[in-house]
């Protein structure tokens, strides 16, 4: 049950976030990690988890309680801050991002924007001259998630109408399950 309520929020979190933009630096990807970039990884990963957690248990509380159509003021309003919590807390960047976003925030920074270009399907590890370590990780849409992701016949009761109010611009529907929806990234200080 865990992973199914894990795996209905997947995508929906792409939609919800802070964007913490890079300064422009030299990035590249990397196929093989340094001891220094493998522990950069573990800060990345755990970086990561934390904010799905945290993302996860705010979202199942709220559509529990008052539905999807609710959840789309908790991810524009809420994971912001947990996003800006979790990057403060590990001293990373940290956000997510698609190709259709619901929130023209979530763009993320340069880096990120290069690297989806080719819309890769499994995580990649990117480095700058100056140390920093990138990691994009992909975001799969879960049969649930389509409440709020999917075709308009499959969004859940006042989805619909609570996405004209909130992104009236949103390009985050027409998903069907198994569709990459987007990417999480971080960025670690060099060490």
Known sequence: MRWLTTALFASTLVACGADAPSPAGAWHAVTELTPSGTLQLTRAEA??????????????EEIQE???????????ERAPQLA???AADRGVSI???SWKLRNPDNRGPEWVRDAMVGRPESPLYFEDDRG???LLTPIRL???CLNCHGSEDRLAPGVRERLAELYPDDAATGFAAGDLRGWFW???PAS
Do not use: D, M, Y
């Open 47 to 60: 970086s990561r988890e934390a904010l799905f957690a945290a993302l996860v248990a705010t979202l199942t």
């Open 66 to 76: 008052r539905g999807a159509a609710s959840a789309i003021t908790v991810c524009k």
């Open 84 to 86: 800006a919590r979790v």
């Open 95 to 97: 956000g997510r991002t």
């Open 132 to 134: 920093r370590f990138g």
């Open 142 to 144: 879960q049969e649930p």
């Open 186 to 188: 971080v960025e670690v």
